[in-house]
């Protein structure tokens, strides 16, 4: 009985030194599991489309057409892309379109995440009517999988009105004033003046083919006198404008007495305004001022 007490007891504490062995031992380290690396990708896309301005006139206005090309992706791409630009006539001239900015272009540089470049062309239109502009931003040299071309086409409707029915200013009289300025009498003896034309035309006026000033003819005629026009031909009824060219400040022009002077003055000097004649908007005199 005792020796199988004592063999017991010898058997347990060998127990113990094995199990206290084996929790000291070094225990291999656990390999995490490896984090799958996300590839980065560009994303170009066409972020915002403007017509400057939005309804333009034909055969009329310069129209600004500027698209705006957004990286929204995580990476930049490898190479320089395009960005193409198509115009279609929808409804009045089907058979009409222009390719604004052909294929290949090179016009895309190599945007970094977030970063954005605005492409633009200024051109004219021949015809009213709807349009359609677009294009597609492409990325062909690429790498496969480099950039999602999933949202690379873009499009955009405008409409394109007529001409304006033509106006017709008219420089009517020059003389001098009393106090050595500038007088000049005019009038619109046709079709009213859009405000768009009328607030970016301006008059210049030319002394002795040296001295050359502007002013712009919304402030020359505030009150929009001239804006109105006149139906129909003849003086009848017809609103004038009398105006004297400032003697100071930057745009002043002084005829001093004792001198001769040729004065020269052109009405919408930059052509904005659509007319039935612009020969009546010019008149050269010659003043011998006396002393």
């Known amino acids: 009985m005792k020796r ?12 113990i030194i094995l199990l206290t062995e084996e929790a000291n031992a070094v225990q291999p380290l656990k390999q995490p599991l490896p984090i799958p690396i996300k590839k980065l990708v560009a994303d170009l896309i066409v972020s915002n489309i403007s017509i400057t301005p939005p309804n333009p006139r034909k055969e009329k206005d ?39 900015i ?10 970094a995440p977030g970063a954005e470049v605005k492409i633009s062309k200024t ?32 499009e955009k409707y405008f409409t394109v009105v007529d001409k304006p029915d033509p106006s017709d200013l008219v420089l009517d009289r020059l003389s001098p004033t009393n106090d050595n300025r500038i007088k000049m009498r005019l009038y619109n003896q046709a079709a009213p003046i ?10 210049r006026v030319k002394v002795n083919d040296t001295v ?17 026009g006149k139906t129909g031909w003849g003086t009848t009824g017809m ?11 930057p745009d002043g022009i002084n005829i001093e007495p004792g001198h ?14 659509t007319e039935t004649n612009k020969a009546n908007n010019v008149m050269t005199v010659i003043w011998g001022m006396t002393p």
């Not at 199988?4 to 127990?15: K, L, P």
């Not at 294009?135 to 873009?154: F, H, P």
């Not at 712009?216 to 109105?228: C, E, F, M, V």
Request: proline content about 5%; glycine content about 6%; overall charge neutral.
């Open 102 to 111: 052909p294929w290949y272009a090179n016009n895309i540089p190599q945007l």
């Open 62 to 100: 310069m129209v600004k057409i500027e698209v705006t090309v957004r990286n929204t992706g995580t990476a930049a791409p490898s190479k320089t892309c395009s960005l193409s630009m198509r115009l279609k006539n929808k409804d009045t001239h089907p058979e009409y379109s222009h390719d604004v």
């Open 260 to 273: 001769t002077y040729k004065v020269k003055v052109i009405l919408d000097f930059n052509g904005r305004i």
């Open 239 to 249: 609103v004038y404008l009398n105006y004297i060219w400032p003697g100071t400040g």
């Open 212 to 228: 050359e000033k502007s002013i712009h003819l919304r402030d020359i005629d505030p009150t929009g006198l001239l804006k109105t």
């Open 194 to 203: 859009p405000d768009v034309d009328f607030n970016t035309s301006y008059v």
């Open 4 to 15: 199988a007490m004592f063999r017991f007891i010898g058997i347990f504490f060998i127990s």
């Open 123 to 154: 051109i004219t239109i021949l015809y009213a009517g709807q349009y359609l502009l677009n294009g597609v931003i492409i990325t062909e040299g690429l790498q496969i999988g480099e950039e999602n071309s999933q949202n690379n086409d873009y």
